[in-house]
């Protein structure tokens, strides 16, 4: 069975995005874990999902976006049967390949837009970085989701270097969804949240993400996270 679990800050986009295409889906076991963010008074996306997981039945947790739509009715089985036929740590759909290249079946935005050029891949990519939009990881080696501080960024990055660090692999899944968000989440706190990352894995001479690389050598990172903050105010990038 699969565990769908998904905090949210937007009832509406909620159930008109992902719980109506999940309605629709066949040939899989699921249960969906809905955590609300402000009732909670979560501040971070690692507590709120954390707390969702402790909740989970299911033999694979599928952290999800609100705003994420399956267009097919089988997403969840195909993804049930990627995870059975394969040995992962974490998984998602979309991501940077260890070649470090973007890589995704996805679309993104309101114009539904490809999320990546390299689109065209039918079997798992292993991955150094994924994106957060939907993650998978088996319910039995769930390992919870490192404390950056008040951030909801970066825990994808987080597991998949925590499964590095554990010699389990981090997967891109050839699946086919539309996340109706830009994929643009950036903003200062992302900056603050690499640095708390980059110290946790300080033994990583360099972390990669889909915002770029970073070194987690002290004086480096701080040089380059001063740059990104200041380009970041003044041209939004």
Excluded at 57 to 85: A, M, P, R, W
Excluded at 174 to 196: E, M, Q, R, V
């Amino acid at each position: 069975m699969i565990s769908v679990i998904t905090i949210y800050n937007d009832k509406n986009v909620l159930e008109s995005t992902l719980l109506k295409s999940i309605k629709v889906q066949e040939n899989c076991e699921y249960e969906t874990i809905l955590v609300d963010t402000y009732s909670h008074g979560f501040t971070s996306a690692a507590s709120a999902l954390n707390y969702g997981a402790s909740l989970a039945k299911g033999d694979y947790l599928v952290f999800i976006h609100q705003d994420v739509k399956f267009e097919e009715n089988d997403t969840l089985s195909t993804i049930e049967e990627f995870c059975k036929q394969n040995e992962f740590g974490i998984a998602g759909v979309a991501g940077l390949s260890s070649q470090k290249q973007s890589i995704a079946k996805i679309y993104h935005g309101k114009n539904r837009i490809l999320a990546s050029k390299n689109n065209d891949f039918n079997l798992p990519v292993e991955a150094i970085s994924l994106d957060e939009c939907l993650l998978i990881v088996p319910k039995k080696s769930f390992d919870g989701f490192s404390d950056l501080g008040d951030t909801w960024h970066l825990y994808g990055t987080d597991y998949t270097l925590k499964m590095k660090n554990k010699g389990k692999k981090a997967l891109i899944f050839p699946i086919t969804l539309w996340h109706k968000s830009d994929g643009i989440s950036l903003n200062l706190n992302y900056f603050d949240s690499i640095k708390s990352l980059c110290h946790l894995y300080r033994k990583e001479k360099v972390i990669y993400t889909l915002f770029g690389y970073w070194p987690t050598n002290p004086l480096k990172l701080n040089i380059k996270v001063l740059y990104r903050k200041f380009r970041f105010k003044k041209w939004g990038r």
